[in-house]
C-alpha cells in the first residue's frame, strides 16, 4: 500500500518518514522485535529513494527505537532488559531469569600484561602476565554486551579453551579449580562507544553505552579476574537491590 509523502510543508521528507515509523509503533502496527520491511519495499511505499529511507532509518536507530543488523536487517527494539548487579552476577541467569534467551562467543584469546589500576585490581605487579579475553554476550540472538576479561597467569592457563568449549566464565572457572567466585567492586559509567565496541554491538558510535567494570574474588578473597564489559545503553538497565548496597558490594 503506497504511503506517498507531503512534500512542500516544511517538514523535510526524511524526518516525515521517520515520523511515519514512530506512529507505527505507537499504534501497534508494527511492535517490539519485528523485522522493519526492506528499504526497497520502504522506498516503494513512500515513494522515494533508498536513500532519503536510509537516512530516516539511520536517525531512528541513532534514537534507539530501531536496531540496524548487519546481514540480518533491521528491528524494532526490543523491551529493555533488566541486568541485576549483585553479589553473584551471572550474564546467563540474569536473561533466563526474564524468559529470553542467552548466548555467548568467543571473539579473540591472547597472552598479555597489565599495569596500574588492572594489575592493582588484580593484586599483580605491574608487567604481570595475564589471559585476555574478549567475549560478546547475545540476547535473544541479538548482541547485548561486548567484553575484555583478563585472568592472572599461569593460575588460569587454558581459560580461553575452557570458556570456548562451555560457553561460560562461571563454567570455565569451575573447570580451573573456582566453584564459586563474587563481585568484589562494580563501577559503572555511561558513555560512547569506541568503534570497535560499537561494531560488536552493532550500534553507531553515536548512541551512548553502558560500562560495568568488575573485579571478582573467589572464596578466598583471592581476585580470580578483572572485566571490562559495555553494554548497547538501550537494550540494558542496570538493577543494582538495596541489601547489595547493605551488604557493601
Do not use: C
Request: avoid cysteine; charge should be positive; hydrophobic fraction near 40%.
Amino acid at each position: 500500500m503506497k504511503d506517498p509523502i507531503a512534500r512542500g510543508r516544511g517538514v523535510t521528507v526524511w524526518r516525515q518518514i521517520a515520523e511515519t515509523l514512530s506512529a507505527d509503533l505507537k499504534a501497534g502496527r508494527i511492535k517490539p522485535g519485528d523485522r522493519l520491511p526492506t528499504e526497497l519495499e520502504l522506498a516503494e511505499r513512500f515513494t522515494v529513494n533508498r536513500h532519503t529511507v536510509r537516512r530516516a532509518v539511520a536517525t531512528l536507530a541513532e534514537q534507539g527505537i530501531l536496531r540496524i543488523e548487519q546481514g540480518r536487517g533491521t528491528f524494532v527494539n526490543d523491551k529493555t532488559i533488566d541486568y541485576v548487579l549483585g553479589r553473584r552476577t551471572r550474564f546467563s541467569s540474569n536473561l533466563l531469569a526474564q524468559g529470553r534467551e542467552p548466548g555467548h562467543r568467543l571473539i579473540s584469546a591472547e597472552k598479555a600484561t597489565v599495569s596500574g589500576s588492572i594489575a592493582a585490581d588484580l593484586k599483580l605487579r605491574d608487567g604481570a602476565a595475564v589471559m585476555r579475553i574478549e567475549t560478546l554476550s547475545i540476547a535473544d540472538g541479538a548482541p547485548m554486551g561486548y567484553g575484555v576479561h583478563e585472568f592472572p597467569l599461569p593460575r588460569f592457563a587454558g581459560i580461553e579453551e575452557a570458556y570456548r568449549r562451555l560457553g561460560s566464565l562461571t563454567a570455565a572457572l569451575e573447570e580451573l579449580g573456582v566453584g564459586d567466585y563474587t563481585r568484589k567492586v562494580t563501577r559503572i559509567l555511561a558513555r560512547l562507544p569506541s568503534a570497535r565496541e560499537a561494531e560488536f554491538l552493532e550500534q553507531t558510535v553515536s548512541r551512548p553505552i553502558l560500562q560495568a567494570e568488575a573485579v571478582n574474588v573467589d572464596a578466598k578473597g583471592k581476585p580470580t579476574h578483572h572485566s571490562l564489559a559495555v553494554f548497547a545503553g538501550d537494550r540494558v538497565q542496570m538493577i543494582v537491590r538495596p541489601e547489595d548496597l547493605l551488604a557493601g558490594v
